[in-house]
Nanobody, 115 residues
Framework: QVQLVESGGGLVQAGGSLRLSCAASGSIFGIDVMGWYRQAPGKQRELVAAITSGGRTNYADSVKGRSTISRDNAKNTVYLQMNKLKPEDTAVYYC?????????WGQGTQVTVSS
C-alpha cells in the first residue's frame, strides 16, 4: 500500500503561482511514475504532468511552459510548480503514483484561480 498526501492548493489570482506537494509513504519502493492530474467540475480527470523514477517528464499541452514537475526521491515527494495560472486551471488536483500493477491516488487539493 502507498499513501499519498497532497498539499499546497488554494486560491490565487490569474497570473499567480502555486506549488503543489505530494508526499508518499508506505510501500514506496515499487513506485515508478508519479504524476499530477486534475478534474474540473463536469469534466474528466486529465493528466497535468508526470515524472518517472529516472526523471523523465511529460506535460499536458495546456500547462507546458507554465509548469514544472520535480521529484525528490530522498523525501519521496513530488512537486508541481505552476506559474502564470489561468482561470481554466481551476480544478481539484490529484497526485497519482504507479507501482505496477497498482495505481494509488491522493485525496486531492483544490486549486482555484480567480480572474
Amino acid at each position: 500500500q502507498v499513501q499519498l498526501v497532497e498539499s499546497g492548493g488554494g486560491l490565487v489570482q490569474a497570473g499567480g503561482s502555486l506549488r503543489l506537494s505530494c508526499a508518499a509513504s508506505g510501500s514506496i519502493f515499487g513506485i515508478d511514475v508519479m504524476g499530477w492530474y486534475r478534474q474540473a467540475p463536469g469534466k474528466q480527470r486529465e493528466l497535468v504532468a508526470a515524472i518517472t523514477s529516472g526523471g523523465r517528464t511529460n506535460y499536458a499541452d495546456s500547462v507546458k511552459g507554465r509548469s514544472t514537475i520535480s521529484r525528490d526521491n530522498a523525501k519521496n515527494t513530488v512537486y508541481l510548480q505552476m506559474n502564470k495560472l489561468k482561470p481554466e486551471d481551476t480544478a481539484v488536483y490529484y497526485c497519482g503514483a504507479a507501482a505496477p500493477p497498482y495505481t494509488y491516488w491522493g485525496q486531492g487539493t483544490q486549486v482555484t484561480v480567480s480572474s
